[in-house]
């Protein structure tokens, strides 16, 4: 691998004055790279090292994509999940105050029943006894 120590133009902030280096790596990222102080040919083995080194870089990429594009299903996955868990909650909770509505009724129709048979039984026993007192 080959370093080259480039020298660019001076800067200045605030009155002082620096002279900027700058090391460049000669020729990886950039195999045709050319300065005016550096001029370099990659030989055919290290350009099919770069080759190389190229097609693993869009390998890793899509798998980061792909990755990443996972992470986001599985963040909406787990939003669902959250949902459903407060839907089951919510449902839980009125589940229980139908079941108590509805017990309060069953009883008052109970009580009810019970009521109107009781007027019944003591209807009959009132017209019995009536009944009875009318043949003596």
């Not at 800067?11 to 300065?35: C, E, H, M, V, W």
């Amino acid at each position: 691998m080959i370093i080259a120590l480039l020298q660019l133009p001076q800067t200045s902030n605030n009155g002082i004055t620096f002279k900027d280096y700058s090391f460049r790596s000669a020729g990886l990222a950039n195999p045709s790279y050319q300065s005016d102080s550096v001029r370099y040919t990659p030989s055919p083995r290290l350009q099919g090292l770069q080759n190389q080194v190229d097609e693993v870089t869009d390998v890793m990429r899509n798998n980061i994509g792909i990755a990443l594009k996972r992470g986001e299903a599985l963040d909406q996955l787990e939003q669902k999940a959250e949902n459903l868990t407060s839907e089951t909650e919510r449902f839980s909770y009125r589940s229980k105050q139908l079941k108590k509505k509805y017990w309060w009724k069953n009883l008052r129709m109970w009580i009810i029943l019970g009521i109107v048979v009781a007027i019944v039984i003591i209807i009959i026993i009132i017209a019995a006894v009536a009944s009875g007192k009318k043949k003596t």
